[in-house]
C-alpha cells in the first residue's frame, strides 16, 4: 500500500450517494418476475436471481463523471445460494445497452474474488483477474467491498483491510458508462443495507512524496481514503 499513496493528494471528499435503503424512492430498481425479484424491506435492499442460467444487476446512475476520482463502497449479505457457487458484488462502468460492463464480485463456496471487464453474454473478456483473500472472521455471511478510482488506478479492496487485493490501470476498464449497482448470479439471494459514494478531489500540481507524510494520528496520509 505504501508505494500506491504518492500518486495523489486527496484535498477534498465528497459524499454524493448513500443510501440506507429506508425509502423505496431511490431510484433503485423494484423487480418481481419468475427470474428474479429484487424490494426494500426493514432497511435492506434484497435482490434474488432465480433464473437457470442468466446473471442479474440491479443499477442506477452513478453520480460521478467519468473521468473523475470516486470511491464506491457497500455492505453486501449473502443470504442463499441455491447452487452452491456462483459470485456477487458490485458492477459499474457501463450505459443502459450494458454491451460492456466492469464487475468486482466473490465467490459464494470459496475465498475467491474476480475483477473484470466483460461482455453481457460473458463470450468475450477483456481483462480479468482472481485470487484468494482474506475472509472478516466476525462476518460470515456479509461483504464489504470498495473500489475506488485514484488519478489512473483502480484500487479493490475487501473487508476494510488497509491493503487492496488488486490494483490496476484505469485504461484495462474504461467506463463505457455511467451506471452502476449490484451482480447477481443463477441461485443467489443478498441484500444490502448501505451503498456509498464519494467524489475525490485531488491537488492538481502534486507531483509525488518520496516520502511518507503522516496526518495527525500518525498514519500514512491517504490511507484512510484508500481503504474506501
Known amino acids: 500500500m505504501i508505494q500506491i499513496l504518492p500518486l495523489a493528494n486527496v484535498i477534498h471528499e465528497e459524499t454524493v450517494l448513500e443510501d440506507d435503503f429506508n425509502s423505496k424512492h431511490e431510484g433503485w430498481e423494484i423487480v418481481e418476475d ?8 426493514d432497511s435492506y435492499y434484497w435482490m434474488e436471481n432465480k433464473s437457470n442460467n ?4 440491479y443499477h442506477k ?3 460521478v463523471k467519468p473521468r473523475e476520482n470516486f470511491i464506491i463502497r457497500a455492505d453486501i449479505e449473502l443470504i442463499n445460494s441455491f447452487r452452491k457457487f456462483g459470485q456477487y458484488g458490485l458492477v459499474w462502468g457501463f450505459d ?4 460492456e460492463l466492469n464487475k468486482f464480485v466473490v465467490s459464494t463456496d470459496n475465498d475467491d474474488f474476480t475483477v473484470a471487464k466483460f461482455q453481457k453474454n460473458h463470450q468475450y473478456i477483456k481483462h480479468r483477474f482472481s485470487n484468494r483473500f482474506e475472509k472478516d472472521k466476525f462476518e460470515t455471511n456479509k461483504q464489504f467491498f470498495s473500489i475506488v478510482k485514484l488519478e489512473s488506478y483502480y484500487y479493490f479492496f475487501l473487508n476494510k483491510y488497509d491493503r487492496p487485493v488488486y490494483v490496476m ?3 484495462q476498464m474504461f467506463m463505457e ?3 452502476f449497482g449490484f451482480y447477481v448470479e443463477p441461485g443467489i439471494m443478498i441484500r444490502c443495507d448501505s451503498i456509498k459514494v464519494k467524489r475525490l478531489i485531488t491537488e492538481p500540481n502534486f507531483g509525488g512524496n518520496i516520502w511518507m507524510p503522516l496526518n495527525g494520528e500518525s498514519m500514512p496520509l491517504g490511507s484512510e481514503i484508500l481503504r474506501g
Open 34 to 41: 419468475e427470474d428474479e425479484k429484487s424490494f426494500i424491506k
Open 54 to 57: 442468466r446473471w442479474m444487476f
Open 61 to 63: 446512475k452513478l453520480p
Open 96 to 99: 443502459k445497452e450494458h454491451e
Open 169 to 171: 490501470h484505469m485504461s
Open 177 to 179: 458508462g455511467d451506471r
